[in-house]
Nanobody, 124 residues
């Protein structure tokens, strides 16, 4: 079970930090990603960390503004979101998978476990 939390309402230009935790275990050996789904749209990739070498991947729309990171004991994965824009408004989901290859890091179908989502609203 994954739990995503930290969403809320923030003004344009503000910041939020989302957290994703796995119940009773760490993310050691798992790729972890964030996806988001805005109202009326499909869920899209935001950011991910590779399970083996820690390589990080970002969607072009969030590069330079969002940062994904694991804490030291790999029990939590964070998504630091800065310079937020109204178009970042969405439900954000974290996902994890034990065998996600580099070429599939942005693919929803590559992840076996999903959190319940946390809503981020950016007001203009």
């Amino acid at each position: 079970q994954l739990q995503a939390f930290g969403g809320g309402v923030v003004q344009t230009g503000g910041s939020l930090r989302l957290s994703c935790a796995a119940s009773g275990r760490t993310f050691r050996g798992y790729a972890v990603a964030w996806f988001r789904q805005a109202p009326g749209t499909d869920r899209t990739f935001v950011a991910a960390i590779h399970r083996m070498d820690g390589s990080i991947y970002y969607a072009d729309s969030v590069k330079g503004r969002f940062t994904i990171a694991k804490n030291n004991d790999r029990s939590t994965v964070y998504l630091q979101m800065n310079s937020l824009r109204p178009e970042d408004t969405a439900v954000y989901y974290c996902a994890a998978g034990p065998s996600v290859i580099s070429s599939a890091m942005a693919s929803q179908t590559a992840y076996a476990y999903w959190g319940q989502g946390t809503l981020v609203t950016v007001s203009s």
